[in-house]
């Protein structure tokens, strides 16, 4: 699996230009699957339910099937965060993941990046950083483009894994 990140700050358009990503490529006829680093604690099941009664009671895993989808709930329960490289490992074979965040990880990426957040980039201190999609122009020692330029940033991303 070829594997492509989209790093920024906060409000920076990351998650947006990631769902943007996935729709061109997908459109494309090449699959797509993505990673999300999440910096503070979240749940994706709903209180109440079967299988929240399964996890608050103790599961280590809790797997929940449907006609339409699984999903896959492990508890860390005190264990350290899996590391990017061991998570990938757990997906379905594609052409491509898209990880958004683990802008520490030395996969290559592109840094989204909005003028309003007064942030500054993460581009010119990291060379894993292949290019800049930004509400404003920019002057880099790598491709700069447009944040609403996503089949241009889908076309890059594309060359730069061999798809």
Do not use: C
């Amino acid at each position: 699996m070829k594997v492509f990140g989209v790093v920024g700050w906060k409000n920076s358009g990351k998650t947006g230009l990631v769902e943007r990503l996935v729709t061109e490529i997908a459109g494309r006829g090449i699959s797509v699957s993505t990673v999300k680093h999440a910096h503070v604690a979240f749940d994706i099941d709903q209180p109440g339910t079967d299988s929240d009664r399964h996890r608050r009671a103790g599961a280590r895993e809790v797997l929940i099937s449907s006609p339409r989808r699984y999903a896959l709930m492990h508890e860390v329960r005190g264990e350290a965060e899996l590391p990017l490289a061991q998570l990938l490992e757990r997906l379905a074979p594609v052409d491509l993941v898209l990880v958004e965040g683990y802008k520490r990880e030395p996969h290559p990426k592109v840094e989204a990046h909005r003028a309003v957040t007064g942030n500054p980039l993460i581009a010119p201190d990291d060379p894993t950083v292949r290019a800049v999609a930004s509400d404003m122009a920019l002057t880099l020692d790598r491709p700069v483009f447009n944040l609403d330029a996503t089949a241009e940033i889908a076309d890059f991303i594309l060359r730069e894994v061999g798809l």
